[in-house]
């Protein structure tokens, strides 16, 4: 069975800056591409970034580019997502997930739990 967990969240003042973890378990974690969403209040889930299986590949929402970066430790089973110069509209529910294949794609099959991000002005 798939599992993540993300770590990391917290409050924060605009212009700081904020790494999330997602440790997975249950399969082979090189094998397979990662990506981050969020959720803000009252507002559907969005694509953040996304990064393919051997790290080769990344994307990013455009509102991100330059201030986000993906990246990931396959010897840690570990993505993660540094956030610098945070804006409060960042403030959201940030999830980490997975699809069954190695490519960036629309389509993941695995979900965390979520780790909140606050970002005071």
């Known amino acids: 069975q798939v599992q993540l967990l993300e770590s990391g969240g917290g409050l924060v003042q605009v212009g700081g800056s904020l790494r999330l973890s997602c440790a997975a378990s249950?399969?082979?974690?090189?094998?397979?591409?990662m990506g981050w969403f969020r959720q803000a209040p009252g507002k559907e889930r969005e694509f953040v970034s996304a990064?393919?299986?051997?790290?080769?590949?990344?994307y990013y929402k455009d509102s991100v580019k330059g201030r986000f970066t993906i990246s990931r430790d396959n010897a840690k089973n570990t993505v993660y997502l540094q956030m610098n110069s945070l804006k409060p509209e960042d403030t959201a529910v940030y999830y980490c997930?997975?699809?069954?294949?190695?490519?960036?794609?629309?389509?993941?099959?695995?979900w965390g739990q979520g780790t909140q991000v606050t970002v005071s002005s």
């Open positions: 249950g399969r082979t974690f090189s094998n397979y591409a």
């Open positions: 997930a997975t699809p069954d294949q190695p490519y960036i794609t629309s389509e993941y099959h695995y």
């Open positions: 990064i393919t299986w051997s790290g080769g590949t990344t």
